[in-house]
Nanobody, 124 residues
């Protein structure tokens, strides 16, 4: 079992930046593919970005490509989501997710472990 705790959400104006963090309880996350999802009110949870366990592979949803960057520090058991040029449509609860020893999946059902979420609100 791995426990995930997100932090870093908040209220920001359009065009601003935030960095989300996801701290994992495991001794190492090097064997976990890590991802960020988000869910806006009344919408399904959607994939935002992923970082494969094998290293080097990242993938982004088209809606955030070029604006968001996922990174990981295996030594600190932490994954980050740097969000730049934020738009009001980025407003959502952002969740960190993990799955063990398989590559990046784009469906929420493909991940076994989830954090509690952190709210990001972008004002226009």
């Amino acid at each position: 079992q791995v426990q995930l705790v997100e932090s870093g959400g908040g209220l920001v104006q359009a065009g601003g930046s935030l960095r989300l963090s996801c701290a994992a309880s495991e001794r190492t996350i090097s064997t976990y593919t890590m991802a960020w999802f988000r869910q806006a009110p009344g919408k399904e949870r959607e994939f935002v970005a992923g970082s494969s366990w094998s290293g080097g592979n990242t993938y982004y949803a088209d809606s955030v490509k070029g604006r968001f960057t996922i990174s990981r520090d295996n030594a600190k058991n932490t994954v980050y989501l740097q969000m730049n040029s934020l738009k009001p449509e980025d407003t959502a609860v952002y969740y960190c997710a993990a799955r063990w020893l398989v590559g990046i999946g784009y469906g929420a059902h493909e991940y076994s472990y989830w954090g509690q979420g952190t709210q990001v609100t972008v004002s226009s």
